[in-house]
C-alpha cells in the first residue's frame, strides 16, 4: 500500500471521527440564590472543546473555563465556586469554596435562537 493511499485512509478516519463526534453546545439556564435574591447563571457547556462559559446576566460578565465532561455531569469551577450539572436530569448544583455552603437547583435547557448570521 502506498504512502499516499495510507495518508488519505488516515485523514477520511480522522474526518469521520471529527463529524461523529462533533456535537452542537448545549445551553443551560439554572437560577441559584444568595442572600435571599436570585442569581441566574447561563452556561454554554461546549463538549467538542471541553469548555463551559458562564453568562452572568446581573452584570452582563461572562468567564470561559476548562471543564470536565462525563456520561452523567458536566463538572467545572471558578475562583469562588464548584459547579456541577448533572445531564440527565438538568440539576445544577453549586458550592462556595469559602464556607462550602452547596446548593442544588432545577435548572433548564434552552433553545437557541435562530440566529441572522
Not at 441566574?40 to 473555563?65: C, H, M, W
Not at 450539572?85 to 469554596?97: D, E, F, H, N, V
Request: with cysteine.
Amino acid at each position: 500500500m502506498s504512502v499516499r493511499v495510507v495518508f488519505q485512509l488516515i485523514a477520511s478516519s480522522a474526518l469521520l471521527f471529527a463529524t461523529l463526534a462533533s456535537a452542537a453546545p448545549a445551553y443551560v439556564t439554572c437560577e441559584f440564590t444568595y442572600k435571599g435574591k436570585p442569581e441566574v447563571r447561563k452556561f454554554t457547556l461546549n463538549e467538542d472543546t471541553g469548555k463551559v462559559s458562564i453568562f452572568y446576566p446581573e452584570t452582563a460578565e461572562s468567564q470561559t473555563l476548562q471543564a470536565a465532561f462525563t456520561a452523567e455531569n458536566v463538572i467545572f469551577e471558578t475562583y469562588s465556586e464548584r459547579y456541577a450539572i448533572i445531564r440527565t436530569s438538568l440539576t445544577g448544583i453549586r458550592q462556595a469554596k469559602l464556607d462550602g455552603k452547596i446548593e442544588q437547583v432545577q435548572c433548564r435547557l434552552e433553545t437557541p435562537p435562530k440566529r441572522a448570521f
